[in-house]
């Protein structure tokens, strides 16, 4: 039997959920429009932002 989903070699298998205010939940909804991708995808990048944020 093969696998579900399309190959890939950066898989995406830990979910979770969020809840957001109006105000946060506007701002992904704009960046989607502006950027042409998913809610997922821009919270993605979101995250990869913070990076520079950590102390090493």
């Known amino acids: 039997m093969s696998p579900k989903g399309r190959p890939t070699d950066n898989k995406k298998g830990k979910p979770i959920h969020v809840r957001l205010d109006d105000k946060s ?16 995808e821009a919270i993605r990048r979101g995250i990869l932002k913070l990076e520079s944020d950590i102390k090493k």
């Open 25 to 40: 939940d506007s701002i992904l909804e704009r960046y989607t429009q502006q950027e042409n991708v998913s809610r997922a």
